[in-house]
Antibody, heavy 116, light 107 residues
Framework: QVKLLQSGAALVKPGASVKMSCKAS????????VSWVKQSHGKSLEWIGE????????NFNEKFKGKATLTVDKSTSTAYMELSRLTSEDSAIYYCPLFLGAFDYWGQGVMVTVSS | DIQMTQSPASLSASLGETVTIECRAS??????LAWYQQKPGNSPQLLIYDANSLADGVPSRFSGSGSGTQYSLKINSLQSEDVASYFC?????????FGAGTKLELK
């Protein structure tokens, strides 16, 4: 069955960067777009962007250009997102959903806390 | 960006009741709309895609309808396990956008 296993929670200082992972299994990793979605505490969902593992092609929400970098490692079926120049506004849960017909499968989420 | 206006923001209903949640897009999204359920502490789960197609394993008491800019999610015969937040999402245009969510509670 499809699984998306995300890395653990992170506590990072303002101005630093954080890189999180999303390890996929149960399907052909290179065939489908993997997205990243932000959920700030108690709020709705924001689409950050997506990556096509086969080619590395990406699409981004303009709001997150310069903030998020998306990469993949095809050898381990893992997608990565790095967030840079972190501020308190970046404290949130980050999910990696898999787009089939819609966001059919979701990782368990990574809680990122930005605090000094 | 396409704005997704979801209503109501919160909803209180009794067991066995039928509830409806609405979502209006700021432009035509050609039925490229999904509904998700999110329970506290959990990831969102897909309920409906393409406006009216039931995702695998989702109970048949959930249904979606609509076209153009107006869409709705209906839950028939509300069960206790349906207490959750519900979000609509359009995937017709980039950036994909979500509604603000509806928090469903039991009366």
């Amino acid at each position: 069955q499809v699984k998306l296993l995300q890395s653990g929670a992170a506590l990072v200082k303002p101005g630093a960067s954080v890189k999180m992972s999303c390890k996929a299994s149960g399907y052909t990793f290179t065939d489908y777009w993997v997205s990243w979605v932000k959920q700030s505490h108690g709020k709705s969902l924001e689409w950050i962007g997506e990556i096509y593992p086969n080619s590395g092609a990406t699409n981004f929400n303009e709001k997150f250009k310069g903030k998020a970098t998306l990469t993949v490692d095809k050898s381990t079926s893992t997608a990565y997102m790095e967030l840079s120049r972190l501020t308190s506004e970046d404290s949130a849960i980050y999910y990696c959903p898999l787009f089939l017909g819609a966001f059919d499968y979701w990782g368990q989420g990574v809680m990122v806390t930005v605090s000094s | 960006d396409i704005q997704m206006t979801q209503s109501p923001a919160s909803l209180s209903a009794s067991l066995g009741e039928t509830v409806t949640i609405e979502c209006r897009a700021s432009e035509d999204i050609y039925s490229n709309l999904a509904w998700y359920q999110q329970k506290p502490g959990n990831s969102p789960q897909l309920l409906i895609y393409d406006a009216n197609s039931l995702a695998d394993g989702v109970p048949s008491r959930f249904s979606g309808s609509g076209s153009g800019t107006q869409y709705s999610l209906k839950i028939n015969s509300l069960q206790s396990e349906d207490v959750a937040s519900y979000f609509c999402q359009q995937y017709n245009n980039y950036p994909y956008t979500f509604g603000a969510g509806t928090k469903l509670e039991l009366k």
